[in-house]
């Protein structure tokens, strides 16, 4: 079955930037429309980024203009570059098939904490 891997969180002050990337080890990850998701302590897991299959990206205001999600068919990788961090964006960020019906198991995810 296929999985979800994803890297590239840590530690960082207030408008500071990092990149997260997840590889997606299925056999047709260019068939996905591909989502970031985060999950803060007590909060329900929530969508911060999405991308179709021809690239067309989504946000929700909160991240919107500081978040851009990116995808590499040929490395079956998606990434998500965000900048201008503030406190409210700490929490385990997740990535996996936009849409229920495709999702795969979720992985562990990667923390991102935004402190000073």
């Known amino acids: 079955q296929a999985q979800v891997v994803e890297s590239g969180g840590g530690l960082v002050q207030p408008g500071g930037s990092l990149r997260l990337s997840c590889a997606d080890s299925?056999?047709?990850?260019?068939?996905?429309?591909m989502g970031w998701f985060r999950q803060a302590p007590g909060k329900q897991r929530e969508l911060v980024a999405s991308i179709t299959t021809d690239t067309m990206a989504n946000y929700p205001d909160s991240v919107k203009g500081r978040f851009t999600i990116a995808r590499d068919n040929a490395k079956n990788t998606v990434y998500l570059q965000m900048n201008s961090l503030k406190l409210e964006d700490t929490a385990v960020y997740f990535c996996?098939?936009?849409?229920?019906?495709?999702?795969?198991?979720w992985g562990q995810g990667t923390q991102v904490t935004v402190s000073s």
């Open positions: 299925g056999s047709r990850f260019s068939d996905y429309a």
């Open positions: 996996n098939r936009l849409f229920p019906h495709h999702r795969v198991p």
